[in-house]
């Protein structure tokens, strides 16, 4: 539980890093690509005794790494707008109820338990999303496509990004250190990242560096123990990911309110309500 507890504390860090940036008015996509570049050197650093070893191109796990990197920077860009056009909670909330299509997928390929109480838990987090899209009650009149388009790309990108978690360490996980396979995926996305800089000739300021930085160590080292914890093989994947987004979504939450005084409206805490409600029964789904 402790690995878990790291582990959600690092996670809402990262949403929480994109408001500091907005503060201080960093260019968020230079960011995100400066990010995956410090994120892959603390996997090739922990890992360095097996990068010196094995023959990366030659691995049948490498191809993989580099689709999965495409995903994570994809689906962190439309986090980092997602925090700025819907709120830090709409964004954490959709992000984290993601846990859907990792829980479904679990429950397909892995056979893990299900039964009509889990099945009660997916459909509340279904309407949780709804009432969580809507960024203010006075908007409920008037319809912004963002609002509530954008947290549902997240949902879906961000529940695909757990999946490939999942995936990479249960398989490749058994071949090489996790430090290793996050190096590689970091990697990806660090290379895709700049080369877009590159072609778009953007300037990186020495602050967009420096919090890409910040914003790398959190997201290399919260990947690491989400994938140390789904290695317990006393530990459903269903659970795992219930446990560590409730307690990303209590985080943030808190986060929101105390430090940015961001306005949850009653729309949006009936929406935090219900995902609680709906992960908490996911859970005991899983241990009844």
Wanted: hydrophobic share 55%.
């Amino acid at each position: 539980m402790i690995i878990i507890l790291i582990s959600i504390i690092l996670s809402g860090s990262l949403t929480i890093c994109f408001k500091f940036f907005e503060r201080f008015e960093v260019n968020n996509s230079n960011a995100i690509a400066i990010n995956y570049i410090f994120a892959s050197g603390s996997g090739i650093i922990l890992g360095w005794d097996t990068f010196s070893q094995i023959n990366l191109f030659q691995e049948s796990w490498f191809p993989y790494t580099l689709l999965f990197g495409i995903m994570f920077i994809t689906t962190f860009n439309l986090i980092a707008y997602g925090v700025k056009t819907s709120g830090l909670v709409v964004v954490s909330i959709a992000q984290k109820m993601s846990l859907i299509i990792p829980l479904a997928f679990g429950i397909w390929y892995y056979q893990e338990s299900y039964g009509l109480i889990k099945i009660i838990g997916i459909v509340l987090a279904l309407i949780a999303i709804y009432f969580t899209s809507k960024k203010t009650d006075d908007e409920e009149h008037r319809p912004n496509w963002k609002v509530i388009l954008v947290p549902a790309i997240i949902f879906v990108g961000s529940g695909i990004v757990d999946v490939s978690i999942k995936v990479s360490q249960e398989y490749f996980g058994t071949q090489v250190p996790f430090s290793v396979i996050l190096a590689c995926i970091f990697g990806s996305a660090g290379v895709i990242g700049l080369t877009q800089k590159i072609i778009q000739r953007k300037r990186i300021a020495l602050k967009d560096a420096i919090a890409g930085m910040i914003l790398g160590l959190f997201n290399f080292f919260s990947t690491y123990f989400l994938m140390k914890a789904l290695s317990n093989n006393q530990l459903e994947s269903s659970f795992v990911f219930a446990i560590n987004n409730i307690g990303i979504i209590l985080f943030n939450s808190m986060i929101a309110a105390a430090v940015f005084r961001e306005r949850i409206s009653r729309t949006n805490s009936i929406g935090i309500i219900l995902a609680l409600l709906s992960i908490l029964i996911i859970y005991f789904s899983n241990v009844i």
